[in-house]
C-alpha cells in the first residue's frame, strides 16, 4: 500500500518561509513523479509544482521565483521550500505521486495546512 506522509505545514506570517516534506516508501518514491497541489476553501485544487523521476521540475506562475521544490532521493522525501509567503497561498497543501501520464497523481497524501496571516 502506498503512503504519502506529509509534515511541516503551520502559520506564518505574510513575507515568512515554510518547508514542507512529504515522504513515500524507497521503491514506489524512486519510481514516481512527485509533486504538490492545494486547495484554498471553495476554490479548485491547483498544481503548485512537479517533479519527475529525472528531477526536472515545473512550477505554477503564481509560485515561481518563490517556491523551491526538491527531491532528497536517498531520504524518499520530496520537499516544497516556500518563500514570501503572502495570504493567498493560505491552503491545505496535497502531496501527490505516480507514474507520469495523464492520471497524475495516482495518490495522494493526507494534506498539510498552511496559513498566511496579513
Known amino acids: 500500500q502506498v503512503q504519502l506522509v506529509e509534515s511541516g505545514g503551520g502559520l506564518v506570517q505574510a513575507g515568512g518561509s515554510l518547508r514542507i516534506s512529504c515522504a513515500a516508501s524507497?521503491?514506489?518514491?524512486?519510481?514516481?513523479?512527485m509533486g504538490w497541489y492545494r486547495q484554498a476553501p471553495g476554490k479548485q485544487r491547483e498544481l503548485v509544482a512537479s517533479s519527475t523521476t529525472g528531477g526536472i521540475t515545473n512550477y505554477a506562475d503564481f509560485v515561481k521565483g518563490r517556491f523551491t521544490l526538491s527531491r532528497d532521493n536517498d531520504k524518499n522525501i520530496l520537499y516544497l521550500e516556500m518563500n514570501g509567503l503572502k495570504p493567498e497561498d493560505t491552503a491545505v497543501y496535497y502531496c501527490?505521486?505516480?507514474?507520469?501520464?495523464?492520471?497524475?497523481?495516482?495518490?495522494w497524501g493526507q494534506g498539510t495546512q498552511v496559513t498566511v496571516s496579513s
Open positions: 524507497r521503491g514506489f518514491f524512486r519510481m514516481s513523479a
Open positions: 501527490g505521486a505516480g507514474p507520469s501520464g495523464s492520471t497524475w497523481p495516482s495518490y
